[in-house]
């Protein structure tokens, strides 16, 4: 049963299509605002680390009141509509750039709008796959999902970073925001018909609304535990990423295309991971395999404090990432299910939202005291306390299997 091969449909294959494209452009683009801020804007430590706070802090806060918005409303015109803004966004930095106009303060604003649109197209994205794919196969779809990103970061940071060499620190930006123009048109072809969420009560935004999601997940006892784990496992990585991105290009030397390999090759231990997940819960119980594979993932970061030049360094990163992105691989689908399964159909998006806006600020938080961390001291300093603290967080995880509510009888407990 755990091998077969499970046909989704053809609306779920535009879906499917929309995402690849997404999600190729964002990897050919891997790491094109640090390098435009540091090849081109001559940026230090403090601010390659503030842009990738100030982004995520911004674009969060601007982000909660779409999570309401986004659930009382057809999702894939929302999907859509978040696809055109993201790409616009980009354009503007390729048209800046030409012109002579680009400034640190435009990689900032189109870093906002791009987090804000990100969360926004996550939430409606979620709570329509829960609407498209029975409950049973949405592990295989969000399976599939997984392996794209981990195929699309295999393949693109390579040849983003021999893209850069030849033609510009920009043309990455270009080909990002076309994917997401593709990403819209492949929305589009979706087709079929999506009711307009009913909702009761007044139809305008209640102040509850804003926080509906929280409270779904706060109420929930494994959802809690899980969500305070991935908060601050996703803060303490990101957090030491644009650190290495100047310890990597500043002062080892590494070139752009190493970087770009070191962070791209290991990507095949996440297509590997995402396509044993369905397997391994079938043997193991989705309860086991999240608490194994979302505790191993903690323990690979700290070898990238001890990354040296040339040809050592870039082996030890690709080994290092190798496990990461291998047990990153299984659990990602695996809690992407778990949500959906643990949450009524009309908290979906609001539930999303909440998850991926608190995620944000925290690395939006992280990043900002790793990058103070980092001037005071060393990137590489700063890279080692992340490691340290990320051993703590399995203690995070949930110890108790937790079956799922009958979603409907959830939805009316909640309203």
Not at 229 to 237: A, D, E, H, P, Q
Not at 251 to 256: N, Q, T
Not at 337 to 351: F, G, I
Request: hydrophobic content about 55%; glycine content about 10%; charged content about 10%.
């Amino acid at each position: 049963m755990a091998g077969r091969r499970v046909a989704l449909g053809r609306r779920f294959g535009w879906l499917w299509a929309a995402y690849a494209v997404s999600s190729y452009g964002t990897m050919f683009g891997f790491g094109a605002f640090p390098l435009i801020a540091i090849l081109v804007l001559h940026s230090g430590p403090t601010q390659v680390a503030a842009l990738a706070a100030a982004g995520r802090a911004v674009g969060a806060v601007l982000a909660v009141p779409l999570g309401p918005w986004v659930e009382f409303r057809r999702k894939r015109p929302v999907m859509v509509a978040m696809d055109l803004a993201r790409c616009a966004a980009m354009l503007s930095i390729p048209a800046a750039f030409a012109l002579g106009w680009l400034t640190f303060v435009q990689l900032l604003v189109v870093s906002v709008v791009v987090a804000a649109a990100n969360i926004a197209f996550r939430a409606a994205s979620g709570a329509f796959l829960k609407t498209l794919v029975p409950p049973a196969d949405l592990l295989v779809a969000n399976s599939r999902f997984e392996s794209t990103t981990w195929t699309a970061t295999v393949v693109g940071p390579p040849l983003g970073g021999a893209a850069i060499g030849m033609f510009g620190p920009v043309t990455t930006v270009i080909a990002d925001a076309v994917s997401y123009l593709l990403s819209a048109l492949g929305i589009r072809a979706i087709g079929g018909t999506e009711p307009h969420p009913a909702r009761n009560g007044a139809a305008r935004l209640r102040p509850g609304d804003l926080l509906e999601g929280w409270r779904h997940i706060l109420g929930h006892p494994a959802l809690r535990s899980l969500f305070l784990n991935t908060i601050s496992v996703n803060g303490l990585i990101m957090a030491s990423e644009p650190l290495l991105a100047v310890l990597l290009l500043g002062r080892l030397g590494f070139a752009p295309w190493q970087y770009g390999l070191a962070f791209a090759a290991p990507c095949v231990g996440g297509l590997v991971g995402s396509r044993l997940a369905r397997r391994l819960v079938a043997r193991y119980g989705q309860h086991r395999v999240m608490l194994v594979s979302g505790g191993l993932r903690a323990c690979w970061p700290l070898g990238l404090a001890f990354v040296q030049p040339g040809v050592p360094g870039l082996v030890l990163i690709i080994a290092v990432q190798l496990g990461l992105v291998t047990c990153m691989g299984v659990y990602s689908p695996v809690l992407a299910t778990y949500q959906l399964d643990h949450t009524a159909p009309d908290r979906v998006a609001r539930t999303l939202s909440a998850w991926s806006i608190s995620s944000n600020a925290s690395i939006a938080a992280l990043t900002a005291a790793w990058g103070v961390l980092a001037a005071a001291t060393s990137p590489r300093i700063a890279i080692a306390a992340a490691g340290v603290l990320l051993l703590a967080t399995p203690l995070l995880l949930p110890r108790h299997e937790t079956a799922p509510r009958n979603t409907t009888e959830q939805a009316a407990s909640l309203t």
